[in-house]
């Protein structure tokens, strides 16, 4: 019942930028955790950006951070991922992320999110 779709994806030059959109459904945002992963081939699946969706705090991973910015639309009920500065680093699938509650700390481990998108690609050619 609950989807999440990401979408915006694409292959770009290392300085570009990107937004991805994730279109959630089934769920109530004020009562969720949002979240962005990322994951490249032979990698974990690490954190990018989280956020509480109606406080609207905000957390990033130390490599991201000043670069990409994570927000919400309340009436689309869609959650963003703007990132700027893109480096090959970033080449990654992109995942969107959600989980009950919005309770500190910020969880980073994708165990702690109950929801997740198929993911989609982001090729940064440096």
């Known amino acids: 019942q609950v989807q999440l779709v990401e979408s915006g994806g694409g292959l770009v030059q290392a300085g570009d930028s990107l937004r991805l959109s994730c279109a959630a459904s089934g769920l109530t945002y004020s009562s969720y955790g949002m979240a962005w992963f990322r994951q490249a081939p032979g990698k974990e699946r690490d954190f990018v950006a989280g956020?509480?969706?109606?406080?609207?705090?905000?957390a990033y991973a130390d490599s991201v951070k000043g670069r990409f910015t994570i927000s919400r639309d309340n009436i689309k009920n869609t959650v963003y991922l703007q990132m700027n500065s893109l480096k090959g680093e970033d080449t990654a699938v992109y995942y969107c992320?959600?989980?009950?509650?919005?309770?500190?700390?910020?969880?980073?481990?994708?165990?702690?999110?109950?929801?997740w998108g198929q993911g989609t690609q982001v090729t940064v050619s440096s």
């Open positions: 992320a959600a989980r009950a509650g919005t309770g500190l700390p910020w969880p980073v481990i994708p165990s702690k999110y109950e929801y």
């Open positions: 956020m509480q969706w109606n406080g609207g705090s905000t």
